[in-house]
């Protein structure tokens, strides 16, 4: 997969040296030779990866790193610091700052394209929802979301032979408030993860480390356990057996003897990243809730009702109600448009509280209302109708100090299987014309002739 990255380094050998590797490999590359560089490329160019050297004069790795992760518009984009500092204090520093991996000088080749895929495969997908996240917000749906910080009530499964090791790593991240579930077994691990609720997956690697790398295969084949990020645990001799989990699907790995400040910094990271993406989804599922939802009475709208009715009936015949509120124009005209938005709140709270949970109603436009009853008959559909008008006729709707009477005439149809929505929304149409026309306050049934004439025309 190519990819945009940016190599950040004061030392221009160091520049050319990665930048021949990644032309190698078909990424496009940008350099920078500063911090302050670093933060005007990345604000222009947008890199999908930044790859930062730590020691740098003026402004170091870690300030850069921080900075961008506290802008919204870059705290997604990963960061792999590059550094000759093997000192543990050191990779947590970074990793406390924001960064998701730390990679040695000389850098190791292999090393560094795993590491490459691995966060690349992880913010593509990010990236995905982030844009329909964007999009949302620019239509008004949402605001603005940041990751969240707080670790604690986060759920962790540890999976490992030995079970002193998951004792020692439930007490390390209980510090966080993370709570810990072991498995010394891989079928008790996938039963636990399979029902969902984890919040990250610690695969601590035997001597040979086959049964965790196929484990974190498995995890990514499956649909309820592919986004849990999965975080390595290995000796130091099993470099090649991280470098293939990384390419099975692992976001991250520690080694042994497990630095507990590492552990807890690159569980942060890793738990923070899920909980942002959580937070994308629900933000753009609310998003396409506001995009179906009428905001004057959160009834569905006209879009959702539509694409409803002709869904219903690929399937088979509904009923469909067309409700129209008498001499609405009356109301504003008389007492304002306050109350005209007031009494299409009360006609909808009445018309939701009549209906099944598997009828839906909608706001079909200014003061026109659309109720579908999927497989309906005919006297069940005007029954609902009826009791539908009385009760919104039978209680004044209070508005202030004045108590408004309000009525609706009401059209059925019967649409059958094969019809359009246009058709039976038609039909219904011109029975509630005839409702109107007979001295409103009435339910009307649409002809077979309602019917046959919208098809003449179509």
Same mark, same amino acid.
């Given at each position: %997969?190519?990819?945009?990255?940016?190599?950040?380094?004061?030392?221009?050998?160091?520049?050319?040296?990665?930048?021949?590797?990644?032309?190698?490999?078909?990424?496009?590359?940008?350099?920078? =030779?500063? #911090?302050?560089?670093?933060?005007?490329?990345?604000?222009?160019?947008?890199?999908?990866?930044?790859?930062?050297?730590?020691?740098? /004069?003026? %402004?170091?790795?870690?300030?850069?790193?921080?900075?961008?992760?506290?802008?919204?518009?870059?705290?997604?984009?990963?960061?792999?610091?590059?550094?000759?500092?093997?000192?543990? !204090?050191?990779?947590?520093?970074?990793?406390?700052?924001?960064?998701?991996?730390?990679?040695?000088?000389?850098? &190791?080749?292999?090393?560094?394209?795993?590491?490459?895929?691995?966060?690349?495969?992880?913010?593509?997908?990010?990236?995905?929802?982030?844009?329909?996240?964007?999009?949302?917000?620019?239509?008004?749906?949402?605001?603005?979301?940041?990751? $969240?910080?707080?670790?604690?009530?986060?759920?962790?499964?540890?999976?490992?032979?030995?079970?002193?090791?998951?004792?020692?790593? +439930?007490?390390?991240?209980?510090?966080?408030?993370?709570?810990? +579930?072991?498995?010394?077994?891989?079928?008790?691990?996938? %039963?636990?993860?399979?029902?969902? #609720?984890?919040?990250?997956?610690?695969?601590?690697?035997?001597?040979?480390?086959?049964?965790?790398?196929?484990?974190?295969? @498995?995890?990514?084949?499956? =649909?309820?356990?592919?986004?849990?990020?999965?975080?390595?645990?290995? +000796?130091?001799?099993?470099?090649?057996?991280?470098?293939?989990?990384? &390419?099975?699907?692992?976001? &991250?790995?520690?080694?042994?003897?497990?630095?507990?400040?590492?552990?807890?910094?690159? !569980?942060?990271?890793?738990?923070?990243?899920?909980?942002?993406?959580?937070?994308?989804?629900?933000?753009?599922?609310?998003?396409?809730?506001?995009?179906?939802?009428?905001?004057? $009475?959160?009834?569905?709208?006209?879009?959702?009702? %539509?694409?409803?009715?002709?869904?219903?009936? @690929?399937?088979?015949?509904?009923?469909?109600?067309?409700?129209?509120?008498?001499?609405?124009?009356?109301?504003?005209?008389?007492?304002?448009?306050? !109350?005209?938005?007031?009494?299409?709140?009360?006609?909808?709270?009445?018309?939701?509280?009549?209906?099944?949970?598997?009828?839906?109603?909608?706001?079909?436009?200014?003061?026109?209302?659309?109720?579908?009853?999927?497989?309906?008959?005919?006297?069940?559909?005007?029954?609902?109708?009826?009791?539908?008008?009385?009760?919104?006729?039978?209680?004044?709707?209070?508005?202030?100090?004045?108590?408004?009477?309000?009525?609706?005439?009401? #059209?059925?149809?019967?649409? /059958? +299987?094969?019809?359009?929505?246009?058709?039976?929304?038609?039909?219904?149409?011109?029975?509630?014309?005839?409702?109107?026309?007979?001295?409103?306050?009435?339910?009307?049934?649409?002809?077979?002739?309602?019917?046959?004439?919208?098809?003449?025309?179509?």
């Amino acid at each position: %997969m190519t990819a945009r990255i940016l190599v950040v380094d004061d030392i221009a050998a160091n520049l050319r040296l990665l930048e021949a590797k990644l032309l190698g490999e078909f990424y496009e590359v940008g350099l920078a =030779a500063s #911090g302050p560089e670093a933060l005007t490329a990345v604000a222009n160019w947008m890199p999908d990866i930044i790859l930062l050297d730590v020691m740098m /004069p003026g %402004m170091d790795g870690y300030e850069v790193c921080r900075r961008l992760k506290l802008n919204p518009s870059t705290a997604h984009i990963p960061v792999v610091m590059v550094t000759a500092l093997v000192d543990a !204090a050191e990779r947590v520093r970074g990793l406390e700052a924001g960064a998701d991996d730390f990679l040695s000088k000389p850098v &190791d080749d292999p090393t560094l394209f795993a590491r490459l895929r691995a966060l690349l495969r992880v913010k593509q997908v990010q990236d995905a929802w982030r844009l329909r996240a964007e999009t949302a917000r620019e239509l008004g749906f949402e605001t603005p979301i940041l990751p $969240t910080t707080s670790m604690r009530g986060s759920r962790c499964l540890v999976l490992s032979t030995d079970a002193e090791e998951v004792a020692a790593i +439930q007490g390390i991240l209980a510090a966080d408030g993370v709570a810990v +579930q072991g498995a010394t077994v891989v079928e008790d691990a996938w %039963m636990a993860l399979s029902e969902g #609720g984890f919040d990250m997956a610690i695969l601590c690697l035997s001597p040979d480390g086959t049964d965790a790398l196929r484990f974190a295969s @498995r995890l990514r084949a499956h =649909a309820i356990t592919r986004d849990i990020p999965v975080l390595l645990v290995a +000796q130091p001799t099993q470099r090649s057996l991280v470098l293939r989990g990384f &390419d099975l699907g692992a976001n &991250d790995h520690v080694l042994r003897p497990v630095d507990p400040n590492e552990l807890r910094a690159r !569980a942060r990271n890793q738990i923070r990243r899920k909980h942002y993406q959580e937070q994308l989804w629900a933000d753009l599922d609310r998003s396409l809730e506001l995009a179906v939802t009428d905001p004057l $009475t959160s009834l569905r709208n006209r879009r959702y009702v %539509m694409r409803h009715l002709e869904g219903v009936l @690929r399937g088979g015949p509904a009923a469909v109600l067309l409700l129209d509120v008498d001499r609405f124009k009356l109301i504003n005209d008389t007492h304002g448009h306050a !109350a005209g938005d007031a009494a299409l709140r009360v006609v909808a709270e009445r018309l939701k509280a009549n209906l099944r949970a598997a009828d839906v109603v909608a706001r079909f436009g200014g003061e026109e209302f659309m109720v579908v009853l999927a497989g309906a008959a005919t006297d069940y559909a005007l029954a609902v109708a009826e009791r539908l008008r009385q009760t919104i006729h039978q209680d004044s709707i209070s508005v202030g100090d004045v108590g408004l009477s309000i009525s609706v005439s009401i #059209g059925v149809v019967l649409a /059958p +299987q094969g019809s359009t929505g246009a058709q039976a929304t038609a039909a219904a149409d011109a029975a509630l014309y005839r409702a109107k026309a007979a001295g409103r306050n009435l339910v009307m049934l649409a002809g077979d002739a309602d019917l046959q004439g919208v098809t003449a025309d179509c």
